[in-house]
């Protein structure tokens, strides 16, 4: 039986409404805050996060990798892996049986 996969943080920024109170705050930059929140929660160095996952479910117009883009802007290592789910509603869930089955399988 292969070892259990477990949340050590979790954060996630304010929800907003369209066009509203976050309009003018890049996505990614949202993103990024989210990502150094829960490394602050966790306690896990930056150097030892081997690939950031990050549904968006609206990419137009952020340039390319969402992911990418949050991940170096909160200060993850550029060697990090990055990936950008777009599976409308479905996006966070979708990442994290992503992220678990990568550490399922070793590759993280």
Request: charged share 10%; net charge positive; glycine share 12%.
């Amino acid at each position: 039986m292969s070892a259990s996969v477990v949340i050590v943080g979790a954060k996630r920024t304010a929800i907003g409404s369209m066009l509203g109170q976050f309009t003018g705050v890049p996505t990614t930059t949202l993103g990024a805050t989210a990502i150094k929140a829960a490394l602050e929660q966790s306690g896990v160095p930056a150097d030892d996060i081997s690939e950031v996952i990050m549904g968006c479910v609206l990419p137009a117009n952020l340039g390319q990798a969402p992911a990418r883009q949050a991940s170096l802007a909160a200060g993850l290592p550029k060697a990090t892996g990055c990936t950008t789910i777009n599976k409308v509603c479905g996006s966070g869930m979708k990442a994290i049986m992503l992220g678990n089955d990568i550490i399922k399988a070793g590759s993280a």
